[in-house]
């Protein structure tokens, strides 16, 4: 049981560029997210999905993009990136779509955008 | 909406030393209440949780208790050691976005033999 997994690990790109980030979970949980942390603001949230089929923004989703074709992946595309995007990138999964319920957070993809 | 409000950081101790993050937090409806803990250069990991009023979550020697009349939820530990040092952070549930987590800024502990 792998849990939740993230690649790459690091990636540094040009503004402009696009790209994907990887986000599997082998938990079987409906419920998947997209945080960004920076440096004195805690995590963000950027998109989640409620299940396969399903997404919605966070707080801060301008830039970004996501789908859910299954219910073990959540992809997130940076579509033309920009330097303001450099940031740690987590993907959290949760057992269930109750407010009790425990977010399960990958180990994160540091991106830079020069 | 939901916020959280943690002391800033960073904190510094020496071991066994008694520690308390504070953790505030403005609330409609009934929010879970979460600490994570960021060990150097992982990801988040559940510390503990508390789920209603007056609920204690544990773990690790580490304890906070969920107070509803103080909005509070403020993480303490009687004997630091070194291997706790680590960004904690935290967090309550939104009430939209399922079980979306909102986050204070996070406090780092740092702690020395």
């Known amino acids: 049981n792998a849990g939740v997994t993230q690649t790459p690990k690091f990636q540094v790109l040009k503004t402009g560029q696009s790209m994907t980030l990887q986000c599997a979970q082998d938990m079987n949980h409906e419920y998947m997210s997209w945080y960004r942390q920076d440096p004195g603001m805690g995590l963000r949230l950027i998109h989640y999905s409620v299940g396969a089929g399903i997404t919605d923004q966070g707080e801060v989703p301008n830039g970004y993009n996501v789908s859910r074709s299954t219910t073990e992946d959540f992809p997130l595309r940076l579509l033309s990136a920009a330097p303001s995007q450099t940031s740690v990138y987590f993907c959290?999964?949760?057992?269930?779509?109750?407010?009790?319920?425990?977010?399960?957070f990958g180990p994160g993809t540091r991106l830079t955008v020069l | 909406g939901n916020s959280v409000t943690q002391m800033e950081g960073p904190v510094t101790l020496s071991e066994e030393a008694f520690l308390t993050i504070n953790c505030t937090y403005t609330?409609?409806?009934?929010?879970?209440l979460f600490w994570y803990v960021q060990y150097p250069g992982e990801g988040l990991q559940l510390l503990l949780k508390a789920t209603k009023a007056d609920d204690k979550g544990s773990n690790k020697g580490f304890e906070a208790t969920y107070r509803k009349e103080t909005t509070s939820f403020h993480l303490e530990k009687g004997s630091v050691q070194v291997s706790d040092s680590a960004v904690y952070f935290c967090a309550l549930t939104r009430l939209q976005a399922g079980t979306a987590l909102i986050f204070g800024k996070g406090t780092t502990l740092s702690v020395s033999s």
């Open positions: 609330a409609t409806g009934y929010p879970s």
């Open positions: 959290a999964s949760s057992n269930g779509l109750a407010v009790t319920d425990t977010q399960y």
